[in-house]
């Protein structure tokens, strides 16, 4: 396999992870029960960090994320990008947690779409006829999934816009995923401590109401932030935004084969509706991308 080859596998592996990942943390905002968003957030930042600054010794790159840090114009670009990731973070889990799952589903099945018109006008990413033709696909079932819930709400909006405005200013930037999530997480680290003085002020638990299992799942959230993270982060850097964003799908996959398989959730009509057209929209894009072509071996 060429090195085009294995890039572009690698990419999708990564990329799809992700998506895989990210689909299960529904189950876990939903298991924290009536938490504060805020101190999701949090707890995701500040173990997020600790996660990452072990990562960063092991891989001996300390000297590597000081010279990023107080590098002045990276610095003030992971600003930018530690703020979309962090009022990303809210909303979704604002949304989880006061019932609107559906709206924040749809902001990332809205995602994708966001991303590949600002790749198209930032990032001056091209497409041809088939891609259009699968991004007119996905539209017409994202536009399908809106409908259905009468209309797109602000949440979905924001999710998606957030999210994307984050993956592509990420993508700019041609950072390492776990320095530049280091970076971010080290720029948040203020306001995190600033967050948990003032509820330790306040008289409030810490850990989610207090107990060894919910200062366990406040530590674990670390790694169900970075792990999916690093994964989307490489598979951008590997593949273009268009492919990337597409394999996103893989997210509201997993949500839709929890809820029918684990919650036990029906299967109707309208989620075929939905899910049909951005299935066969990332099946035309896939299946009419050039081959790579083989290396010419040398004769004798």
């Known amino acids: 396999m060429s090195t085009t080859a294995q890039t572009r596998v690698s990419g999708v592996l990564f990329a799809l992870s ?12 939903h298991f924290l029960g009536d938490v504060d968003p805020l101190e999701i957030v949090a707890h995701r930042s500040l173990w997020s960090l600790v996660l990452l600054f072990g990562l960063i010794i092991w891989r001996r790159q300390i000297s590597m994320a000081l010279q990023v840090f107080f590098n002045k114009k990276l610095r003030a670009s992971f600003i930018i990008t530690a703020c979309f990731l962090s009022a ?22 809205i995602y994708p779409i966001c991303t ?29 999934k809106a409908f259905l819930i009468s209309g797109v709400p602000w949440v979905a909006l924001s999710v998606a816009v957030t999210f994307s405005l984050y993956a592509v200013a990420r993508k700019r930037l041609k950072i ?12 948040l680290l203020p306001v995190t401590l600033g967050f948990f003085g003032w509820l330790a002020w306040s008289g409030q638990s810490i850990f989610f109401g207090g107990g060894t299992m919910f200062v366990l799942l406040a ?55 939905a899910f049909g057209p951005i299935w066969l929209g990332i099946a035309v894009y ?11 071996l040398p004769a004798g």
């Open 176 to 187: 390492d995923p776990i320095l530049g999530l280091f970076v971010e997480t080290l720029i």
């Open 286 to 296: 896939f299946t009419t991308r050039p081959k790579p072509a083989r290396p010419i």
């Open 116 to 144: 590949v018109l600002l790749s198209i006008t930032i990032l001056g990413e091209r497409l041809d006829r088939w891609a259009w033709l699968a991004i007119l696909c996905v539209t017409v079932g994202v536009l399908i």
């Open 219 to 273: 530590m674990f959230v670390g790694v169900l932030t970075v792990v999916p993270l690093i994964l989307f982060h490489a598979g951008n850097q590997l593949l273009s935004m268009t492919t990337a964003s597409l394999l996103f799908y893989s997210n509201p996959t997993t949500q839709l084969l929890i809820a029918t398989l684990l919650i036990g959730e029906a299967f109707e009509i309208r989620d075929l509706l």
């Open 18 to 29: 992700a998506g895989i990942l990210w689909g299960f943390v529904p189950v876990y905002i």
């Open 88 to 109: 990303n973070w809210t909303i979704y889990v604002y949304a989880v947690q006061s019932g609107h799952v559906v709206s924040a589903a749809l902001g990332y099945f």
